[in-house]
C-alpha cells in the first residue's frame, strides 16, 4: 500500500463532502420568500419525502432479501464472503447521495425563485450551488466508497492486491440495485405525474400548466425532482464506481499492481478538485439569452476538464512511469469522448439547430409527420455516437498497448485503457452533474414563481434558467449514456477476467463471435433494450391512466375545486405515483436479474459475454435514439409555443404536443433506464460468475 | 460430379417454371370483366410498366458501372473472374422473376374481382393462383441460377468442387443488388403514393379510399404491386439464393465435397415438388369468415412442410448417410422456426389477438397513447423471434455435429448445419411466397370492385378475400425477416471461411468479442440498421410531400375533377413516385455497400464480422419491432372501422388513423428494407473480401 497516495485519495473523497456542506450551508441561507412560496415548496418536498420513504421502504426490504439470498450463496462458496455486505454498504451510500441530492434541490427551488427577484445571476447562483452539492455528494461518496474499502480490505485483513480486486469489483452491485430504483422507479414516477396532470388538466380541463388547482401538480413537481435529480444521481453514482472499480481490477490484471490500482482513484480525487475549482467560475450577468447563460456554465465544465488534463498526465507519470504515459492517452480518450457525445445530443435537440428545426416543421401535416420525423431524427441521431464511442475505445486500447493482431498477450493493458477511458470521462462528473442537476431545481423555480404569482421579470428569469435546464439535461442524457457504454465495456472486460479466473480454460482471445453460444447470447442480449424500453413505457402509460382517474375524481368530488376555493389533495396523487412506480419496476427488474444468470446457465459464460455485448450496443444506441427524439419533440413544442409556425393554440402546436407526449417516457423513463439496464446486466453477471461458471446446461 | 443428382435438381427448377407458366395460362383464360374494370386494370399495368421500365433503366446504369468496376477488380486478381458476369446474370434473373411477378399480378386483379362475380372460391383461385406463379418464377429462377452456374463451372471448365464453391458464393451479388433497388425503391414508392392519396384524397378533399377521382389512386395500386409483389419477391428470391449458395460453400468447408455441396440444392428441389403439391390443396367454400379462408391457404402451406420434412430425410439419408442425419434435425429447426416466427407476427398484429385489441384501446386516450402502445408493442414483439432463431441456430449447430466448447474443430459442420436450417426454412418458398403475393392481388380486386361499381356482395367478397391478404402479409414478412437473418447468419459463416482461405492467419475461433476491433465494429453494425430505418423513413416523408403537391395541383387545375367530369392524370404521379423512390435510394444504397468495405479497410476483417453481427442482430430486431408495430396499427384502425370502440369517424378512429400512418413506412419500407440490409452487408463483404484481407489501415 501507497498510504501518501491513498490519504491523498481519502482527502479528496472527503474534501468534496466537505465543500458540498459548504455549499449546501451558503443555498440554505438565502430566504424562500414569501409565505406562498414557503408554502408550495413544503408541498413539494414533502411529496418528494414521502416518494423517498416509500422508496427506502421497498429497497429495504428489496436489500434484505439480496442480503440473504448473497449471504447463503456466499457460504456456499458460490460468492465472495464480502459482497452480501458491501451490497448494503453500496447501496446505503448511493442511497444517501439520493437523499442528500433531494433535500438540497428541494430546499433550493423555492429560494431560486426569491433570488430571481433580486437577479438573474443570484437565481442561477443558488440553483447551481445546488446543483453542485449533488454533483460533489455523489462523487465524494461513491470515492470514500472505494477508497474505505480498500482501507478495510487491505490494513484491516491485510489481503493480496490481486485477492483486493477482485473482491472489490462485485462491489458495484448496491449502487447498481439502487440505480435500477431511483432511475427506474423514478422515471415511471415523474412521467406518470406529468402525463397524467397534463392530460387532465391541460387537455380536459383547460387550466395552464403548474395551475396550482391541479391536484397532480405537486407529484409532477415532485417528479422533477425524483426522476432527474435522485434518478439521474443515481445512475451516474453507479457509472462513477463501477468504472473506478472495473479500473482498478484490470490494472491488476494487466500486472501494474497497486500502483495501477490506485490510479484510477487518484484519478478521480483529482477531478473532485478540479471539479470544486470550475464551480467557482459559473457566474452571469443579467443577459437572458441562452447563449450567454451556457457559457457560464460551460466556462466550469470546461476549466474543470482542462485541468484534469493536466494533472491526469501528472498521475499517470508520476505513479507508472514514462513507459505507461500511453495510459494518459486513454484518460483523454474518454474526457473528449464524454464531452463530445454531450454537445453532439445538444446539437440534435436544440431548437437553436436545423434538426430540431426541421422537426418542428413536420408538425404542419399533422401528428402523424412530426412522430414519423421525431423517430427518424433519433435514429439518425444515434451515428455519430457510436463512431465517437467506437474511435474512444479503439484509441484508448491502442494508447494503453493493447494491439488488434496480438490480441492474447496484450489485452489486459488494453482493456485497462479503455476502462481508463471511462473513468477519464468520468472524473469531472462533480461539475458535469452539478449542471444536470440544477436543471430541475430551476424547473421547480419556475413553476413555484408561476403558482405563486411572482413579478412577469421574475417568471421570465425563472424561464431562462429553466430552458438554460433543458439544454443542459440534454447534454447531460447524452453525457450518462456514453459513460454508462463506456462502463458496462470495462464491466464486461473485469468479467471475462473474473471468469478466467474461475477457470483457466476459458480464454478471453477465444470468445469467437462465430461460436453460436455467443452469436446467440448476443442477439438475446441485443432485444433487452427493446423489452425493457417496452415495459417501461406501458408501465408508464398504465401509472398515467391512475392519476388521470384519481384527477378526474377530485375535480367531481371536492367542492370549489375549479374556482380556486376548494383545496386539492395534492398528496394521493403523489401517493400513487409512488406506489406505481414500486409496482410497476418489479418486471423490469427481474429482467435485468435473471437474464444474464439465465443466458449463463444456458449458454456458458461465453453466452453472457456476447449476451452483454448485445446489449451494451444495442442499448447504447436505443438508449440514445429515444433521448434524442423525445428531447428534439420537446423542443420543437417548445419552439412553436415561443411564437413560431402559428404558436400555441395552433394545429401545428396540437401535432408538436402529441411529439412531446410521445417523447415523454422516452426521455425520461426508457431511454435513461436503459443506461442502468446495460450497467447492471454486467454487474450482476459479475457478481454470479461462480453460478455462471459452474451451473451449465448445454 | 454427380450427374444423376444434378438432373434431378434441374428438373426440379424447370418444373417450378413449367408449373408456374401453367398456372398463368389457367389465369389468362379468365375474363377481366367489364370495359371499366378492364380500363382500371389497364391503367395500373400501364402504370407498374412505367414504373418497371424506368426502374430497369436506372438499375441498368447501375449494373453497368459495378460491372465495370468488378472487372477491373477482378483483372487486377482482387476478385473472382466470375463474378462480374454472376452480377449481371444474377440481377437479370432477379428481374425477370419480379417482371413475370408483376406481369401477372396485374393481369390477376381485375380477373379476381370478375371471378369473385360468381363465387368466393373462384375468386381466391384466379388470386392464389397468380401468386402461386410469382412464388413458382422466385423458386424456379433462383434454383436454375445457381444449378446452370454449377453446370458451367463443373462441365465447361472443369474446376474443383472447393473452387466452384467459393466462386459461387460471391454469386448472390446480383440477386442482393436488385433486392436493394426493388425492396428499397419499392417500399418508398408504395408509401409514397399511399400516404400522399390518403393525405389530399381522404383527409382534405374527403372522398373515400380508391376513389377514381383521386389523381394518386393508381399509383396507390401501383404501389401494392411494386411493394408487395416486386419487392417482396426480390427480398426472398435473395435470400432463397444467398442460403443456397451459402450452404454448399459451408458444405465444401465442412469437407463434405460434392455430395454436401448438393445437398442444398436437392432440398430447394424437393421443396420444389412439395410447393406444386400444396396448391392443388388450396380451395374454399362460400364462407367469408377469415378463419376458414386462412385454413384454406394453410392447408397448402401445411402439406408442402410435411412433404419436405419427410423428404429431407431421405435427402440426406441417401446423399451423406446415416451419420450425418443430425443434417436432417437442423433442416427441420429452420422449417420449423420459419412457421413459428410468421405465427407469432400473427398473434402480434391480427386484431383477433389481444395485442392489437388492447392497442386499439389506447385510441380512447388519444394520437400520442396509441403511437406509445403500438412502439412498445412492436418492441415486446421482438423477444419470441429472437428466442425462436436462438434455439434454432444453437440446436441446428449441435445436430449438424458442431461443439460449443470445441468450437475451433468442429465449426465447419455446425455452421453448415446453420446453413441447412435457413435453406429448410426456404425450402418451401414457392408456395410460402403464393400466399404472400396473393395480397395485393386481393387488395387490387378490391380496389377495382369498388372503383368499377360492382354489386355490394362481390365487394363482400374481395374484402374478405383482401383482410385475409392482410393476415398472410403479416406472416409472410415475419418469414421474410425470420429468412433474412438465418441467410444472413450464414453466408457471415462463409465470409469467415472465405477470408480463412486468402489468410490462413485469420483464425475464426480467434474472433475474440473483446477485441476491440471485433467490439467496434459490432457497435458501427448496430447502428446501420437505424440509421437505414431513418433514411429511408424520411424518403418516404419527402416523396410522399411531392405527391400531396401534385394533387393538390390536379384538383385546383382540372376542371370538373372533383365531380366527376374531369379526367385526372394518373401517370404524372406514378411518374413522380417512380423518380422520387429511385432517387431516394441512392443514399441508403452508398451505406449498405460503403460500410463493410470501409470497416474492412479500418478494422480489418475482424471488425467485419463484429459489423455483419451486429447489423444482423440489431437489424433482426429493429425489423420486427417496425414491422409488427405498424402491422398491429394497421389493425388496430380496421378493428375501429369494422365498428368497435366508436368505429369510422370517432375520435378514437382519427387517433388510430395518425398510428396506421407511422405504421405505414415502419411495415412496409423501413421494417422491410432492413432485411435487404443485412444480407447485402454480408454479400458486400463476401465480394470484396480480398479488398478487406489485404488493404488495411490499423
New interface residues.
Partial sequence: MNTGLTLLILAGAVLALIFAGYLAKKVFKFSEGTDRMKEISKAVREGANAYLKRQYRGVAIVFAVLFVIFLVLALCGLMNIYTPFALVLGGLFSALAGFFGMKIATAANARTANAAQSSLNQGLKVAFSSGAVMGLVVVGLGLLYVVLWYLFLDLVLGLEIRDIANAMLTFGIGASTMALFARVGGGIFTKAADVGAD?VGKVEAGIPEDDPRNPAVIADNVGDNVGDVAGMGADLYESYVGSIISACALAVAAGLGVDGFLVPLLLAAVGIVASIIGTFFVRTGEKTEQKVLLSALRRGTYISAVIVAVAAFFVIWGILGMEHIGLYGAVLCGLIAGNVIGYYTEYSTSDTYKPTRDLAE?SK?????I???G??????S??VP??V??VA??AS?LLAG?E??N??AT?NM??YG?ALAAVGMLSTLGITLATDAYGPVADNAGGIAEMAGLDESVRERTDALDSLGNTTAATGKGFAIGSAALTA?AL??SF?DTVTQLDPSFK?????????????G???G??LP??F???T??S??RAA?KI?VEVRRQFREIAGLMEGTGKPDYASCVDICTRSAQKEMVKPAILAIVAPILVGII??P?GV??LL??AT??G??LAI?MSNSGGAWDNAKKYIEAGNLGGKGSENHKAA??GD??GD?FKDTSGPSINILIKLLSMVAIVFASIIVNVNI?
Same sequence: chains 1, 2.
Fill in positions: 392530460l413536420t401535416t399533422g401528428p402523424a409527420t412522430i414519423i420525423g423517430l427518424s431524427l433519433g435514429m439518425n444515434t451515428l457510436v463512431i464511442v467506437g475505445v479503439i486500447f493493447g488488434i493482431f490480441f492474447a489485452m488494453g482493456l479503455i465495456l464486461i472486460a471475462t478471453v482471445a477465444e470468445l469467437s463471435l462465430m461460436n453460436p453460444s455467443i452469436l446467440i448476443l442477439f438475446v441485443a432485444v427493446f423489452v424500453a417496452a415495459m413505457m406501458s408508464v402509460g391512466q388521470v449458454l456458458g461465453q459475454v456476447g455485448a448485445g450496443a444495442c447504447f444506441i435514439m404536443v402529441v407526449t410521445v417516457p448445454l
